[in-house]
């Protein structure tokens, strides 16, 4: 058994939102106990990625260091003018993969699922896959 929805944000100029509750909730609407949970973004300049749900200042210091990473370049060609973003996408990554057990995504203590925006404030998509097994 599998099911696959969506949810939609909006999102500010640049930051990391939370989105382990929504995503939580499609487990729970799905009443799979056992399973994977895939976080997919079809986007080329948003990513999804985990990383720790206690302190939201490691949120802006993940935001620093990809700016300092991947800094806007005079270099770049790309006519839209966001390729930082892009790189930004690709090294984070258009998804993440969770395991489910006993209804409740398997996260560690300090993890939080986030939706990432690079090239905001946009409204984005943002699907959810549920596999039970
Ligand atoms: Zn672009």
Redesign the pocket.
Known sequence: MSHTDFFTLSTPREGLIPITRVVQAFVDKSGIRDGICVVFTPH??SAVTINENADPDVRDDLILGLDAAFPDRPEFV?M?G??H??LKSSCVGASETVIIEDGKLLLGTWQGLYFCEFDGPRTRKCYVKILEG
């Open positions: 080329t300049t790309h839209e966001n390729s973003a892009h």
